[in-house]
Each structure stands twice: as structure tokens, then as C-alpha cells.
């Protein structure tokens, strides 16, 4: 089956997440934003919903969404929804955009039915701590279907590309990374409710997992007691043992705001922090990360190739617990000028690699590649593609 358009209108339809308008997270985020960017360009986009309760097919801002029913939020809610997404899609003539490898097997209806589909390959999901070892096999088997299945793969860092070329021809694949908007201005009403000033307190905003390393970031701000609060936004729960000990390892200057969702009042916290503090040790490129520097933060980010190429050679990196120690000293007290040289770097990192028209640009090139009649033998480029986001 050829993936192509609608009354000649190239599309796409976007699998994956719980669909849009956003409310859960990075990938949300990008399905609502490509979505509405490729419809402003002429596309015909279908995006996959999860939903309780059957529902017709509505039309959103000019996206076609699809409502899927499945009953219940777990991981197998989520693998049955995954299923009957890509059963729809793979007999609908729409290219898919498949977010996310989680339940790559099921892109085997994708080649059982001669159909090209893309998928987005995230980060290296089995290596991550918080994983049981039957789901870290379970994520370990599908990012080798997902790249055995899939047409064309995205990686949203070099890093993951690289990864991924080990298991299938480089040609295959394309990095892009993630988006963020830049930030020049923000109110300071969401502060006051946490009782800080601007440029007077310092940023993690993290899932709470062991690879995030919040623990080890608490416990040192909470050690060295800089003088200064510590905000951390992320949500705890009383029943998981890794929270209680975050929890247990917060001084005094430590703020635990649980996680905020509303996207001015995140952005405002991040715009008027001193200082941002980034532990992921896991993954391509963060959603976070990349906020960060488009409101011009000084970044402190844990010392791997995955942040490193993010956030570039003017940031600070640590990778013990006594260099992070020496790292927030170093930044609760640096004058105003190196704070501004920080967060100029930031702001031309966030420039050069990770707008969304960057973003949207490289994607619309994917997918019309894909859309293109089929040319014999492999794709065309050796090497592996960097559409934006280039070191």
C-alpha cells in the first residue's frame, strides 16, 4: 500500500502519544506542534487520541483527530491503544509518524502491508534505572524492531543516531532534535507564591527518577547550603521509596513544588532562576534542557555526551557528587557577568540548534522523502542525516 494524500494534499498521521491538544509531556508537545505547523503548510494531518469512551473523528484547529477507546491508564492500556492505532493506520492512506518505540512491533502491519511508515526513536529507554528488567527487555526488543520495521528512523540526538547505526544502515536514519521557544520576558506573579526573587534561586525541574540524579542534586544543595532556594518541580509521591528519600534529603532551602503543568508559569520560573540544574544521565535530547536554554539560563548539567552537545562548552558539568558541590558554590556566587556570558551562550545554543521552525522544517523534508515515488535500491545518502540541530 502507497502512504500518500488526501485530494492531492500530502499527509501525515501522528501515532504514538495520547494525542492533542497537549497535557502529558515532550512528545505531546512536538504531535501538537508539527501537527499545527504541517496544517499551516498545506498538509493533512490525522493525529491518534486516546479516549475513554468511543467517540466520532473531530476536527481541531484543522487536524483531523482519531479518537481510539481504551479503558484504563496503565502500561497495558497504553500497549492495546498503541495496537489499535496502528491497525487503523496501517490500512489509511496517511504516512505514519509514529512517536516513540515503545510498541514497535506492532509497525510489522506497516510492512506486511508494503507501507512506509517513520518513527521517532527517543532516548535509550531500557537503560533507564526505573525499569523492572522484563519491561527493560521489553524496550530493548522494540528498539531493534522499531528499527528493523520502520521505513526511516528519527533520532533526536547525535549520540542516538549513532546508536541506532549500529543496528541498521545509517542511511536509514535522520537526528532532529527537539524545539523550544525563546523566552525574552516574563511575569513574576508565579514566584511570589514560593516566595522568591528574581535571579535569587536555583532550577530543577525533573522527572523524579534515579537517572535524573534529583536525589544527588538535593542532597548536595541541601549540604552545601548556598544561601539561596532551591526550587525543584517534579511530582512526588508518598508511597515511592525514591521520593520519601528526596524528600528526606531536603534542607531548609530546598522547595518541593510538585510538578506544574501550565506552560507560562514553567516558563516564568525557568526566565527568572539564577541558575538551572540538568541530572539526566539517560537519554537523547531533554525537553527540559532545551527550555532552559531558550530563556537563557546558565546551565549545570550532569557531564555526558547526551548534555554536552546540548547545552554546549560554555555551560558548567559535573560528574560526581564534590564537583556539583563545587558547581552550585561556583554559580550562587558569580558575579552578574558571568552569569549574563552563561546565559548568552545558552541563548545562542537555543538559536543554532533548536528552534521550532528548525524543527518543523527538518520533519516536513522526512516526510516528503518518504511521500516521494520509490527509488530503487537503498536511500540515497550514506552517512547519517542531521536535518537541524547540528553540532
Known sequence: MKSGGSGGRPTVAILGTRGVPAAHGGFETLAERLALELVARGWRVEVYCQVREPAPPMVWRGILLIPVAVRGDGAV??????????????????????????????S?????????????MDGI?????????????????NERLGSLFSTHLVADHPEIARHLARRTSAARITTIA??????????????????????????????????????????????????????????LAEADPYHRAVRA?????????????????????????????????????????????????PILAHDNPFNRWVAGPQALYFGDETELRRG????????????????????????????????????????????????????????????????
Open 249 to 297: 534529603a531536603g534542607g531548609p532551602d530546598v522547595i518541593f513544588a510538585g510538578a506544574i503543568y501550565e506552560a507560562e508559569r514553567v516558563a516564568a520560573l525557568r526566565f527568572h532562576a539564577r541558575f538551572h540544574i540538568h541530572g539526566h544521565t539517560v537519554g537523547g535530547t531533554n525537553p527540559s534542557l532545551v527550555e532552559a536554554l531558550g530563556v537563557g539560563s
Open 77 to 106: 492500556s497504553t500497549i492495546v491503544f498503541d495496537l489499535k492505532c496502528t491497525l487503523r493506520a496501517a490500512f489509511r492512506p496517511a504516512l505514519p509518524l509514529v512517536l516513540g518505540y515503545n510498541t514497535a512491533v506492532f
Open 178 to 235: 527537539y524545539g523550544a521557544d525563546p523566552v525574552l520576558e516574563a511575569s513574576t506573579e508565579p514566584l511570589a507564591k514560593f516566595g522568591l526573587r528574581p535571579r535569587d534561586y536555583g532550577l530543577l525541574i525533573a522527572r523524579v527518577v534515579p537517572e535524573n540524579l534529583v536525589l544527588q542534586i538535593v542532597r548536595a544543595w541541601s549540604e552545601v547550603r548556598p544561601g539561596l532556594p532551591l526550587l525543584v518541580l517534579g511530582k
Open 125 to 141: 529507554e531500557w537503560k533507564r534505572d526505573r525499569w523492572s528488567k522484563p519491561a527493560k527487555a521489553w524496550f530493548w526488543l
Open 108 to 120: 510489522l502491519l506497516y510492512r506486511l502491508t508494503a507501507k512506509r511508515s517513520v518513527m521517532n
Open 328 to 391: 552550585i558554590l561556583g554559580l550562587v556566587r558569580a558575579g552578574p557577568r558571568r552569569l549574563e556570558v552563561m546565559g548568552e551562550a545558552s541563548r545562542r545554543r537555543h538559536a543554532e540548534a533548536f528552534t521550532w521552525r528548525g524543527i518543523f522544517d527538518a520533519y516536513e523534508r522526512v516526510l516528503r522523502r518518504q511521500l516521494a515515488p520509490r527509488r530503487q535500491g537503498r536511500e540515497a545518502r550514506p552517512a547519517v542525516r542531521r536535518e537541524h540541530g547540528r553540532a
